[in-house]
């Protein structure tokens, strides 16, 4: 099946649109140890100006199916001052590939492509929605299987770019997030106590 419904990325995208296969394999017990090798090398690059580093996506779930590819969250003061960590990260190895200003968001990846930094500001929204996101795969084994097999019958298609594949998924991870806090409001669940 081809994806007929192509999005212009260009104003987002460094580099332009890229074709690419989407390979869904087994989890990986050494993906938890290469983000902590970036995530060291992140640290070192950057010192302060990293407020915060966490392993998310779906490498960072114990027991879930993923592409290779670590996604790692890097917390800044502004990531729109992008001379305050660009450059740096750049010079051990990682390029810019997304800019999207509207968002507060912008992507590195290494050369080989198999590692993701995504770069928000200090109290951005979507901060909250990718750990609570990770944190309810993590804890749910019922949530997990449906994020399996949605991405399983996704990376079945032919994808013009790994962003097509990415907003093909929004609706099912938008009811994991949804249904999370749902589960911490609820007065009901031992576990919403103090949430």
Not at 15 to 39: C, L, M, N, S
Not at 86 to 97: C, D, I, K, M, S
Not at 181 to 194: H, I, M, Q, V
Request: net charge negative.
């Amino acid at each position: 099946m081809t994806m007929t419904d192509e999005r212009d990325y260009s104003d987002v995208l460094i580099g332009g649109v890229e074709k690419v296969e989407i390979r869904i394999v087994d989890y990986d017990p050494t993906w938890p140890g290469r983000f902590q090798d970036h995530a060291a090398k992140i640290r070192a690059a950057l010192g302060d100006t990293a407020l915060r580093i966490e392993h998310i996506g779906s490498t960072s779930v114990p027991g879930l199916p993923a592409k290779p590819i670590i996604d790692i969250l890097l917390i800044v003061p502004n990531s729109a001052e992008e001379s305050a960590y660009l450059n740096a990260l750049e010079a051990v190895g990682y390029q810019l590939r997304v800019r999207e200003a509207a968002a507060d968001h912008r992507m590195l990846r290494t050369l080989a492509r198999d590692v993701h930094i995504h770069v928000y500001s200090s109290g951005c929204f979507e901060i909250e929605r990718l750990l609570v996101f990770r944190d309810r795969l993590r804890q749910d084994a019922s949530e997990r299987e449906i994020y399996t097999q949605t991405k399983r019958e996704l990376a079945a298609r032919d994808w013009w770019d790994m962003n097509a594949y990415a907003d093909a998924k929004t609706q099912v991870i938008e009811g994991i997030i949804a249904r999370s806090r749902a589960a911490k409001r609820d007065p009901a669940d031992p576990a919403s106590e103090g949430a």
